[in-house]
């Protein structure tokens, strides 16, 4: 339904149009594409439509000013990092008091104590350890699950993501497990450390576990970096069946899922993991992050964990569980991501995906809007539910011109896919903009 050339077009037009709103953005990169590698400091900045990246000057709730002075409704939030809102008082005060009283020690605070009980009561895993990031606490994680099991091989979801852990960048291709598109230089064949199954099979993941070499299986209880793809009635309870008869440990990666509520999906749906990991959100966009275990699993590591040569176990680092981020940590979970929090956040969710389902029937395209807690994203297709049939759906195109279009109109969706996160700062007049923003997109690019 889509004509390509007039899909050109405004693409075109709306280039020109981001070029002349910001002209300081500009300026600052081409300065910076001598010294920063690909002109970003990090390579994923480079994902954002337009010629150039958007120099931010500061964030706030859930506001965005770039250093062209022009303001966003953000619904990126930092794809996740700031799902709490920007720049939260509570969490800059009590970084400034620990700052002021000593950064790093590699000592314990007082602050990881309560951490740790926190995150107990919200996830209903007793015992926990911090990483810096997801993609250390899933790789620290995989290293306990073989040590316990004696297995090497570990298993994810067909077009997973659990950040830039070598063993889960993996997809299947005709029945194979080969390395998913873009990624750089693995360091073995994944087909040699990975099982891969596509999401929402049962049959197809008993089959693989029958094998008996599969250590953990790592997941999400939704997709969410193809795009929110649900799981079935009854199928993650089928999973934990599966995998205790297998002998497979279950590990929820609950980075992104943290959007169906405090505990994430492992309270919402009384799921029952070995391990849960948990990321970004959490330290109020301080890097930061967690990973909790059974009393069963605690006691088994407790040897380990007590070991002469525990520094150089590949689990840790000199910088995790930092004073800094505990105390971030700390401030964030003990005045963010509650529920009364997601009571404000959760229904401007359900406002987004309702008015971007009513601008796709009205101009009677075969779209769909997905929703998970307080996270929604729209599809160009009906909605899948596995991981290959979403990346089949990939538009980037019209993901491209949809993007560059809301931004040059003060929306910020994220650079990846169609998302949108929504915080307690977020009003419903903000939501009502996306939806003007969407239609009016839609209703040019169908003139």
């Known amino acids: 339904m889509i004509d390509r050339q007039r899909l050109a077009d405004l693409r075109a037009t709306e280039e020109q149009r981001f070029a002349d709103l910001h002209p300081r953005s500009s300026e600052l990169a081409s300065r910076a594409r001598g010294p920063l590698l690909a002109g970003v400091p990090m390579p994923w900045m480079t994902r954002w439509p337009g010629a150039f990246p958007v120099f931010c000057a500061s964030a706030s709730g859930a506001r965005l000013i770039d250093v062209d002075g022009l303001e966003y409704v953000d ?18 005060d009590a970084v400034a008091r620990q700052a002021a009283a000593g950064i790093t020690t590699m000592l314990p605070s007082a602050d990881a104590v309560w951490v740790g009980e926190e995150l107990g009561r919200r996830f209903g895993l007793p015992t926990w350890q911090l990483a810096m990031s997801a993609t250390d606490a ?15 091989r570990i298993a994810v979801m067909d077009w997973c993501y659990h950040g830039t852990v070598d063993e889960t960048l993996a997809v299947l291709e005709d029945g194979r497990v080969v390395p998913r598109p873009g990624a750089l230089g693995p360091q073995v064949d994944v087909a040699h450390t990975t099982a891969v199954v596509p999401f929402n099979d049962l049959d197809a993941l008993d089959r693989r576990l029958a094998e008996g070499d599969v250590a953990c299986l790592l997941m999400e209880p939704a997709l969410t970096n193809i795009g ?24 929820m990666d609950e980075t992104h899922t943290l959007c169906a509520g405090p505990g994430g999906c492992t309270r919402a749906w009384d799921l029952e993991p070995d391990f849960v990991v948990v990321g970004k959100p959490i330290g109020g966009g301080v890097p930061s992050a967690a990973y909790g275990m059974t ?3 605690a006691d088994r590591l407790a040897g380990p964990m007590l070991g002469h040569e525990i520094d150089v176990a590949g689990v840790g680092g000199t910088l995790t569980a930092n004073a800094l981020s505990l105390a971030a940590i700390r401030a964030t979970l003990s005045t963010c991501l509650r529920d009364e929090d997601f009571a404000v956040a959760v229904p401007l969710a359900e406002r987004f995906a309702d008015g971007v389902a009513g601008v796709i029937e009205r101009h009677g395209l075969p779209w769909h809007v997905q929703r998970l807690g307080c996270r929604a994203e729209y599809w160009f297709c009906p909605p899948p539910r596995d991981g290959a049939t979403a990346a089949a759906s990939t538009d980037e195109e019209l993901d491209g011109f949809l993007h560059l279009w809301s931004l040059n109109r003060g929306v910020l969706l994220a650079p990846f896919h169609n998302m949108a996160l929504f915080s307690p700062f977020h009003t419903e007049a903000d939501v009502d903009r996306h939806t003007e923003v969407f239609d009016q997109a839609v209703t040019a690019l169908l003139a």
Do not use: K, S
């Not at 930092?78 to 800059?92: C, F, K, R, Y």
């Not at 199928?235 to 590990?251: D, F, N, S």
């Open 75 to 92: 619904l990126c939030l930092g794809d996740t990092g700031a799902m709490t809102g920007h720049a939260l008082p509570q969490v800059a």
């Open 138 to 152: 899933n790789r620290f994680v995989l290293r306990f699950a073989r040590h316990l099991t004696r297995r090497q």
């Open 228 to 251: 929110i793809v649900l799981p079935d009635d009854g199928y993650l309870a089928g999973v934990r069946e599966v995998t205790r008869r297998h002998g497979v440990l279950l590990v």
């Open 295 to 297: 009393a069963e699993i």
